[in-house]
Structures are given as C-alpha cells and as structure tokens.
C-alpha cells in the first residue's frame, strides 16, 4: 500500500484547515498518510525547533517499507537553518534499496539539492497544505504528479518561448531564491551540462533578473545545456519600470548566455503545476510547434500499475 509520510522542515502550518482538507483527500482516495502529529508544532514562525525539523528529514534514513511518499507539509522559511543538522549520506544509503518519493518545492529546494548532492533524486512538485489541500485540487497538477511518481519514463509539453534546441542533461533546479542562498555552501550540486529549471513567486522582475545574474556571474548558468523558466506570479512590473517586464528581462538574460533559455512551464507556485524529478536524465526539445521535456532515470512507485 502506497503511504504519504509529512514532513515539516520549514514554516509552521497555519492554514490548519486546509491541511486537514489535504489529509481526508488522499485518506479518501485510499491511501494512508503517517506522521500527522507534526502539523501542530510550532516555535515562532517554523514548524518547531530545528531539532526537530531536522529530526524529520534525518528520519527518513531508517523509514522502512517501499513505495513510501515522503510529502513537504508547506514551504515558507527554515529548511537553511537545519541543513548543517541532517546527515545526508545516511539517507543517500537508505535510498539505494526501495528509494523514498520525496516530494515538495519553494523552500523545500533547499534539502532537495543538498540531497542531489549525495545523488538523490528527489520530485519537485505538489506539497500538502498548497495543492492537495487546496479548497479545489487541480486536475492537471494531480495528473502530472502521478504520471511523474509511476512512470520511468514520461513527458510533459507546452508552447514555450526561446531558441529552437535539442538538447539532452541532468535536470536540476527549482526555487531560484533558495538556490541561489546556496551559491558557495556544500549543498550546492556541481551539474554541468545540465537543464537547469527555475521558477519563484512575488519577486519584481529585477529581482529575478539579479538573482539569474548572481548564477551568471558565479559560472553556473554558463555551464549549463539550457535554462527552462516556470511561473513567476507576483512578478508585475509598475510605472517607474517604463516597460521593463518579466519578458523584457529574459530576453536580457538570453542576450548574456549563448544557451537557450525556454520559458512558459506550468512550474511553481501555481495551482497548476507539472512534478518533476530533479537529478533525473532528461531532453529538451523546443521548436516553433512544440515544447517537450522528457525525463527517465528517477524512482518510481513500484506497487501500482505503471501507466502511459
């Protein structure tokens, strides 16, 4: 039986409600969801001490059975604080046999890529309180989010924007501001040759720009085979801006970069958004027709049915 285990590494879990709304749809959609006891805690604006925080991702190195969901309640702040308190090889070990599902985004990026850095893949996607417990589940986030978890091998497709390109790598990424608050720390993956995919929520298109700028300068962007952009909500310009945008500012970026850079992914902080498996293998095709990524190489549920 396919089993979500929560954890809260990072801001407390106010919206209760919506958390309890979260929990009785995946009961009642048959599965068992452990750990709930977590959702209460709380010291100042995190969801409990970092002892504790970090005692639920050091856990998951002795969480025992297959086809486990290791599910982030919410983001917000605090995953930073604890990253020097998880042992991370011990959970690498674990994942060699019967591997997690571990799945989340915004401020969860911060674990997942001091785990990509021991060679763990992880799925950014849907959290509990944001999406599943959402006042109406999005139909196209919850379709992606199985077709990632059961498949190992898929696809997602949409009409971007940017260079025509064909181009194969390790798919990385996530939340920009948490990974660019990794820049020069232990826990940020090495990728080269990669396709780097960012998206973030309620930062004015010069911040973006100085955070892209920030991997720029620092020699990351450069060394990668494409850049792929997801939602930036929160991202609108005002009158002092005189036309400086969102796509003012990409067509900046690529200016800077000879690789591609490919926006429109349903990708973030969106009631609609795809799943990705960060450290997977992944191709990017983009042409004037058509956008797709496909990615192979992650783990997937082994207890159901696999599907197309």
Same mark, same amino acid.
């Given at each position: +039986? ?7 590494? #990072?801001?407390?879990?106010?919206? &209760? &409600?919506?958390?309890? $709304? ?19 805690? $709380?010291? &100042? ?6 002892? /504790? ?9 002795? *969480? ?8 982030? =309640? $919410? ?17 690498? *070990?674990?994942? &060699? ?7 989340? %985004? ?13 060679? =763990? ?22 379709? %992606? ?9 898929? #696809?997602? /497709?949409?009409?971007?924007?940017? $260079? ?15 990974? =660019? ?6 826990? +940020? ?63 900046? *970026? ?10 429109? *992914?349903?990708?973030? %902080? ?24 496909? +990615?192979?190489? %992650?783990? =997937? ?8």
């Amino acid at each position: +039986m396919t089993l979500f285990h929560l954890i809260a590494p #990072s801001g407390y879990c106010i919206n &209760q &409600q919506a958390a309890t $709304r979260g929990i009785a749809r995946l009961e009642e959609a048959g599965y068992q969801v452990n750990n709930q006891r977590i959702l209460t805690r $709380r010291q &100042q604006r995190f969801a409990g001490t970092e002892v /504790e925080r970090a005692g639920d991702i050091n856990a998951l190195a002795t *969480l025992s059975g297959r086809d486990n969901l290791v599910l982030a =309640v $919410r983001g917000g702040y605090g995953a930073n604080r604890v990253l020097d308190m998880i042992d991370w090889k011990a959970i690498a *070990l674990r994942q &060699q046999n019967d591997p997690l599902l571990i799945c989340g %985004h915004s401020d969860f990026t911060a674990i997942q890529m001091a785990l990509l850095c021991e060679g =763990v893949i992880t799925f950014s996607g849907p959290m509990l309180v944001g999406n599943f417990g959402a006042e109406t589940l999005n139909e196209f986030t919850l379709e %992606h989010f199985w077709r990632a978890l059961r498949n190992g091998a898929f #696809s997602v /497709e949409w009409q971007g924007n940017g $260079r025509v390109c064909d181009v194969n790598g390790t798919l990385w990424g996530g939340n920009l501001a948490m990974l =660019v608050s990794l820049i020069g720390t232990p826990w +940020m993956p090495q990728i080269d040759d990669g396709i780097l995919v960012l998206e973030d929520i309620n930062e004015h298109p010069f911040r973006v720009e100085r955070m892209l700028l920030q991997l720029f300068h620092a020699g990351i962007l450069g060394r990668q085979r494409a850049i792929v952009l997801g939602s930036f909500s929160g991202a609108e310009p005002n009158d002092y801006d005189a036309g400086y945008d969102l796509p003012v500012m990409i067509d900046y *970026l690529q200016s800077r970069l000879s690789i591609p850079v490919i926006s429109g *992914l349903d990708f973030g %902080h969106e009631q609609r958004t795809v799943t990705l498996p960060l450290g997977s293998q992944a191709r990017l095709v983009h042409n004037a027709k058509s956008t797709t990524l496909s +990615m192979t190489g %992650h783990p =997937v549920i082994s207890g159901e049915k696999k599907h197309s």
